[in-house]
């Protein structure tokens, strides 16, 4: 009893001066955001503090786009903070590509919409952005940066978004991407973390910077990641011959070596998985697919395994519901006291230790009537990107991405560690 107060109060007074030191207020770890997901088009939004005077604007989430655009239409943005930059300035010429200049001298970006392949030119401009500072556990308080620097883009360009959305977030890489410039401002650490919840009434969470992750009940998601090389726009020296290609610029891609289906290797082309001399191939992750897409004779093979796993299990497929082409019946295996016997998915990484687990609830879509379908589609025969991980494959999953050391810190369904992606308690903790 004594013996173990002592060791509590020696305890104490060990940590109390870290405490004291780590609590310096102007320094701050990391931003938080909401997101949510829309069920109607199927993307994920985040809500944002801009202008003077404020106004919280909805922007759909793109991991793969290099910048934020904002409709800067006049009748809706109305800021007196706002300010067009000029084409002599550094946040005019530290962008690649070159942006091009207008006539008035002002710095012209070309902004894309990614969900309709739309672009459109706009000032690179800067204005007021505030969000919430983070200690890992909870909001803990507001901070501002005066001259955050997005593109103004026309009206038009947010059709096709999210009900309410007047842009996009672009979490991409890019000098001006949304965590390398708020890392620049806050001094944080150039990482960031997205966690896309799968239900459409409640927010998931993106932070910028580093973690503590905390998600309800105390788990600190940090602890917990696995890591795998992170390859930053492996097309700009892929396809830097042709300047009239699209660069793409702020997309992250990972090394899937090959792919397993109850512990089972898929034969695949193993050369669609590297990316070739002309930028063709490989697997990235993005936020603007719904569903993860394979290019066909990989999508061929990987679900002919899948069903034939399935019926070994005695699940019953059934007619296709669109958009997809393999569907089963879970009737039955709802009467069992097992779960229905849907097989794990591996994306293999850089060596057999590590891989991506898919488990039932990121691979397979419920539909009515005890139907349940395979959340993967076919991407053709000559995509650009052999796998893209859509968004549903990450939904409770938590992704990090460590600009840093370019790694991509994963963990497979949160569910398994007894929370999920809407467990960040967003109650102000000051
Ligand atoms: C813009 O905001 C200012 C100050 O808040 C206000 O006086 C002005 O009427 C607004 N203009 C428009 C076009 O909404
Ligand atoms: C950019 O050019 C304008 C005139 O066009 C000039 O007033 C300004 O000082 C220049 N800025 C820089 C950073 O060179
Ligand atoms: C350029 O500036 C002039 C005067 O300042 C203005 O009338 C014109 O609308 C501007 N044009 C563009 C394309 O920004
Ligand atoms: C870009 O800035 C110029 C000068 O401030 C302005 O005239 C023009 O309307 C702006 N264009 C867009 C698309 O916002
Ligand atoms: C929304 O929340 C309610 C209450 O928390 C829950 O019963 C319902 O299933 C949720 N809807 C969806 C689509 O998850
Ligand atoms: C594998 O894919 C590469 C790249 O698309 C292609 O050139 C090659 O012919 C394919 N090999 C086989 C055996 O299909
Ligand atoms: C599948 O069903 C058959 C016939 O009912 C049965 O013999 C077999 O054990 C079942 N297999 C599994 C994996 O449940
Ligand atoms: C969320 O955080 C607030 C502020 O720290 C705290 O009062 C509350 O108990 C937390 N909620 C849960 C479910 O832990």
Redesign the pocket.
């Known amino acids: 009893m004594a013996s173990s107060q002592i060791y509590t109060f020696s305890l104490f007074l060990l940590f109390l001066p870290s405490l004291t030191l780590s609590q310096k207020p102007s320094q701050i770890n990391a931003l938080v955001l909401p997101i949510t997901k829309h069920a109607l088009n199927l993307q994920y939004v985040t809500s944002i503090s801009q202008r003077t005077p404020l106004v919280l604007i909805d922007l759909v989430v793109d991991l793969g786009s290099p910048f934020l655009w904002v409709s800067c239409d006049p009748s809706t943005y109305n800021s007196s903070s706002y300010r067009p930059t000029q084409c002599n300035s550094t946040q005019c010429s530290s962008y690649n590509p070159k942006p091009i200049c207008s006539t008035n001298n002002t710095c012209i970006l070309f902004s894309e919409n990614a969900f309709t392949s739309k672009v459109s030119a706009g000032n690179l401009s800067e204005d007021v952005l505030s969000l919430q500072a983070t200690d890992g556990?909870?909001p803990v308080s507001m901070v501002t940066l005066p001259n955050f620097l997005f593109s103004c883009a026309p009206d038009f360009l947010s059709q096709g978004l999210a009900k309410g959305a007047k842009g996009i977030a672009g979490l991409g890489w890019s000098p001006i991407g949304v965590p390398t410039q708020l890392a620049r401002a806050f001094k944080l650490s150039r990482k960031f973390a997205i966690c896309l919840p799968p239900s459409t009434n409640s927010s998931g969470v993106i932070f910028l910077g580093d973690g503590p992750y905390v998600l309800?009940?105390g788990i600190d998601i940090s602890k917990i990641l696995i890591y795998t090389p992170l390859v930053v726009n492996p097309r700009i020296s892929a396809s830097r011959t042709s300047h009239s290609e699209p660069l793409h610029s702020g997309e992250y891609h990972i090394g899937v070596k090959s792919i397993r289906v109850n512990g089972k290797k898929v034969p695949l082309n193993s050369s669609l998985l590297k990316i070739d001399k002309r930028g063709f191939g490989g697997t990235k992750i993005s936020t603007v697919n719904p569903y993860t897409t394979l290019e066909t004779s990989i999508y061929k093979s990987v679900t002919s395994m899948i069903i034939r796993e399935t019926m070994a299990a005695n699940v019953s497929r059934v007619a296709a519901v669109a958009p997809f082409n393999v569907c089963f019946s879970t009737r039955n295996n709802n009467v069992a006291l097992t779960r229905p016997a849907m097989p794990v998915i591996d994306l293999m990484l850089q060596d057999d230790l590590v891989f991506w687990r898919i488990f039932e609830t990121n691979s397979m879509v419920p539909m009515r009537d005890d139907i349940v379908c395979l959340g993967f589609l076919d991407g053709g025969m000559k995509p650009r990107t052999s796998i893209v991980i859509g968004a549903y494959q990450l939904e409770d999953n938590f992704l990090q991405f460590d600009l840093i050391r370019s790694r991509l810190g994963f963990t497979s369904s949160l569910l398994l560690r007894q929370t999920s992606c809407a467990s960040f308690?967003f109650?102000?903790?000051v």
Request: aromatic share 0%.
């Open positions: 556990l909870n309800l009940p308690n109650t102000s903790g």
